[in-house]
């Protein structure tokens, strides 16, 4: 089985930086992508930033680029996300996933998932 823990988050005001940590443990064998998806209240789930484990190729959503940054230490197996000049648009509850597919799918086809952490900028 494969287990995803995340880290960070928490409140902070507009401008401000939050980092966001997920390990995964378990079979991480072969895992192609991990990244975070967000939920705000009344929307639907979306992307924000993905990274191709064996590769280091990054994905983010328009809303995010050039202020949020993911990396990863592979020999952790444990992805970093890494948020600048928040805005209140960004308050969300962030989930960790990763999963033996491309980063170009969406949210629906990762099946290991963390338990999400709050981040709320006001």
């Known amino acids: 089985d494969v287990q995803l823990v995340e880290s960070g988050g928490g409140s902070v005001q507009t401008g401000g930086s939050l980092r966001l940590s997920c390990a995964v443990s378990g079979y991480t064998n072969n895992m192609v992508c991990m990244g975070w998806f967000r939920k705000a209240a009344g929307k639907e789930r979306e992307r924000v930033s993905l990274i191709f484990v064996t590769g280091g190729g990054t994905k983010y959503a328009d809303a995010v680029k050039g202020r949020f940054t993911i990396s990863q230490d592979k020999a952790k197996n444990t992805a970093y996300l890494q948020m600048n000049s928040l805005k209140s648009e960004d308050t969300a509850v962030y989930y960790c996933?990763?999963?033996?597919?491309?980063?170009?799918?969406?949210?629906?086809?990762?099946?290991?998932w963390g338990q999400g952490t709050q981040v709320t900028v006001s």
């Open positions: 996933a990763a999963d033996r597919v491309p980063c170009d799918l969406q949210s629906s086809w990762y099946n290991y």
